[in-house]
């Protein structure tokens, strides 16, 4: 196992944690785990949105980096799977979210992070967009064409 000072020994604890759990550690959050034994900096989650939303029954794969100077700094996370959401870049799946960035606090966990990515997809915040179309379909009332396409793409993309 790689070491990185505070950063290795935290996500160490964090994993250790989620390591006892018998089953997923959220109903909605089915795997977080380090993509190697020997490098705690890179890990996979894959969310799984509520069913009662736009995204329900897809399954959604994120790739999280974490920093050296975690817990200090926030990890990058980003969509691996293509999403259509105001927040979300469509290409890059680079995530445009507070708390991975401006309001990120040290008490946060990657669990925490991926409970908020899982809120921001049933709140999405179109005044800070990465993706423009989604963005606008919501600022111009048009509620049933996003759902559409939210819905089209997570049968496309995030559903076996």
Known sequence: M???GAAAKRLAHEW?????LDAPADEFIMHL??????DL???RAVVQPPPTGVYGGGRFELEIVVPDTYPIKPPSMRFRTRIFHPNVHWKTGE??????Q???SPAW???SACTAVLALLDAPAPESPLNVDAANLLRTGDAVAYRSLCQM????????
């Not at 793409?153 to 076996?160: I, Q, V």
């Open 41 to 43: 900096m890179h890990w």
């Open 33 to 38: 785990a380090p993509v190697s034994d020997d």
């Open 2 to 4: 790689q070491r990185r």
């Open 95 to 100: 995530i445009c979210l507070d708390v991975l």
């Open 153 to 160: 793409y997570t049968r496309l993309y995030a559903m076996a």
């Open 16 to 20: 250790r944690a989620l390591a006892k």
């Open 109 to 111: 966990t990657l669990h």
């Open 102 to 104: 401006t309001q990120w």
